[in-house]
């Protein structure tokens, strides 16, 4: 049964850096997938944010591109976000999520989600 | 950019009856489509995928069709678990640049 679970800060401050981290379990990252996150504001719907391939490739929202990193740990069968220069419109529910085989594909696992909000 | 636009933004209907929920893309997106439901304070669930393609282990009554611009999911005798928010979402990119619609809220009436 593959498994993400997402973790990391809950509050950020405006201006500074959110960091997320996934744990994949039941399935190696190493295997051909992508995997990526996806975020949803308070009551509003679903934005994708960025992908990485098993090989370190990334891909990103255009929209968020210029702050967004996503990186990978193969070692430690995770996966990781930065976003930076954090603003109130950045609070929201970080999703993780694996395409089941590589871009062309669905998200077929979802973590349970996290709620990060920016505020001082 | 590819914007999915899901119609209607709310529908109302009994338990026991049909329901039927669109998304239309702005371009072409072959069969590359998939529907999610979410209910509150979950994460998305796979429903379809290949725009007809049912995830394992969802119930026989939902289906999807469609191809290119025009997709429809399904829910042919709803029950009460069926009331959640529905998403499409296009995964026909290259790069990688994948757009969910706006939701289509299922209430009961």
């Known amino acids: 049964q593959v498994q993400l679970q997402e973790s990391g800060p809950g509050l950020v401050k405006p201006s500074e850096t959110l960091s997320l981290t996934c744990a994949v379990s039941?399935?190696?990252?190493?295997?051909?997938?992508?995997w990526g996150w996806i975020r949803q504001p308070p009551g509003k719907g679903l934005e994708w944010i960025g992908a990485?391939?098993?090989?370190?490739?990334?891909y990103y929202n255009p929209s968020l591109k210029s702050r967004v990193t996503i990186s990978i740990d193969t070692s430690k069968n995770q996966f990781s976000l930065k976003l930076t220069s954090v603003t109130a419109a950045d609070t929201a529910v970080y999703f993780c999520?694996?395409?089941?085989?590589?871009?062309?594909?669905?998200?077929?696992?979802w973590g349970q989600g996290t709620l990060v909000t920016v505020s001082s | 950019e590819i914007v999915m636009t899901q119609s209607p933004a709310t529908l109302s209907v009994s338990p026991g009856e049909r329901a039927t929920l669109s998304c239309r893309a702005s371009?072409?997106?072959?069969?590359?489509l998939a529907w999610y439901q979410q209910k509150p304070g979950q994460a998305p669930r796979l429903l379809i995928y290949?725009?007809?393609t049912r995830a394992t282990g969802i119930p026989a009554r939902f289906s999807g069709s469609g191809s290119g611009t025009e997709f429809t999911l399904t829910i042919s005798s709803l029950q009460s678990e069926d009331f959640a928010v529905y998403y499409c979402?296009?995964?026909?990119?290259?790069?990688?640049?994948?757009?969910f619609g706006q939701g289509t809220k299922l209430e009961i009436k």
């Open positions: 999520a694996r395409q089941r085989s590589g871009y062309d594909s669905e998200f077929d696992y």
């Open positions: 990485i391939f098993q090989s370190g490739s990334t």
């Open positions: 371009q072409s997106v072959s069969s590359n």
């Open positions: 979402q296009q995964y026909n990119n290259w790069p990688p640049s994948y757009t």
């Open positions: 039941g399935y190696s990252i190493s295997s051909v997938s992508l």
């Open positions: 290949g725009a007809s």
